[in-house]
């Protein structure tokens, strides 16, 4: 038990002490004021109604899919306000229906290294009584491949709004892919 104890405290001191190495703002990081972010995810956990994500899935003859993306701008240093469309489908026996998502809120880089993002999500399902919407909580690392690249994989979790809808809370896991300019 010591052992894996001494071994997640070098990770994490590790993470932070690299975190710390990040480029400062005045010399045009990726995380800074003016600069523009466009994020492709995967979804990884359980889909929900309202998906900006790439996903797919099926069993017993039930398909989800999805495909989408988000697009930010910082409007300080690590704030970036958000947006995001997606769009998808499920098919079964019963239901072959499309849906329609979008996403909007903002992305925090703590220490320039470490997104946190809050959004409401929402969707428009075809011939659906109601439509289903989040507030959502997502928090990750990112590993900056260069002047305009990271990959950010992460943990998320979506609290539902809607009372009557069938989907509930969901936690799920992302991997994200930037593009900085």
């Not at 495909?67 to 239901?95: C, S």
């Not at 809120?105 to 989040?134: C, H, M, R, T, W």
């Amino acid at each position: 038990m010591k052992k894996i104890i001494l071994t997640l405290t070098t990770i994490v001191t590790s993470v932070f002490c690299n975190a710390q190495d990040s480029k400062t703002m005045s010399d045009g990081s990726q995380t800074a004021e003016g600069k523009w972010l466009i994020e492709a995810n995967t979804n990884f956990g359980t889909p929900v109604g309202s998906n900006t994500n790439f996903s797919y899935a099926t069993e017993n003859g039930n398909s989800i899919y999805n495909i989408g993306a988000e697009a930010g701008y910082f409007v300080i240093d690590d704030l970036a306000v958000k947006f995001g469309l997606g769009y998808g489908g499920m098919k079964n026996d019963i239901v072959d229906t499309n849906v329609f998502s979008y996403k909007i809120g903002v992305k925090y880089y703590i220490a320039s290294q470490f997104p946190v993002q809050l959004d409401y999500s929402g969707a428009s399902i075809k011939d659906a009584s109601e439509n289903p919407s989040y507030f959502g909580i997502q928090a990750g690392y990112a590993w900056f491949l260069g002047e305009n690249v990271s990959i950010e994989p992460g943990i998320r979790y979506n609290v539902s709004l809607n009372q009557n809808y069938a989907s509930s809370d969901t936690f799920q896991l992302n991997l994200g892919f930037a593009l900085h300019f």
